[in-house]
Nanobody, 126 residues
């Protein structure tokens, strides 16, 4: 069983940046599809950015400026990152990292993620 531990959340002013980290307990996740998702109060969980098992990184959030989000992975340290720049109050949510060993496509979450971290809160204030 993979354990995922996120860190790096916090409160920032509009326009600020945060880098989220997610460390996996075992190295086999390197063959999984991985991603960052978020869930705001009263809203469905949605995928922000993913990396497929071939290592292709994609920002998938429907945002006018998706380049604000960059996903990356450090296999040597079993760590997944999400760099978020120019943050807006609408980005306020709990952010989760997740893995899918089988890379099964799903509409809202991009993959049928099976393993989830506990989440880290991001709050952006005006």
């Amino acid at each position: 069983q993979i354990q995922l531990v996120e860190s790096g959340g916090g409160s920032v002013q509009t326009g600020g940046s945060l880098r989220l980290s997610c460390t996996a307990s075992i190295a086999t996740w390197q063959s999984h599809c991985v991603g960052w998702l978020r869930q705001a109060p009263g809203k469905e969980r949605e995928a922000v950015a993913v990396i497929d098992r071939d290592g292709t990184a994609m920002t998938v959030i429907p945002d006018p400026n998706p380049r604000r989000f960059t996903i990356s992975k450090d296999d040597a340290n079993n760590t997944l990152y999400l760099q978020m720049n120019n943050l807006k109050p609408a980005d306020t949510a709990t952010y989760y990292c997740a893995t899918d060993p089988f890379c099964v496509p799903r509409a809202k979450t991009w993959y049928a993620f099976q393993h989830w971290g506990q989440g880290t809160q991001v709050t952006v204030f005006a």
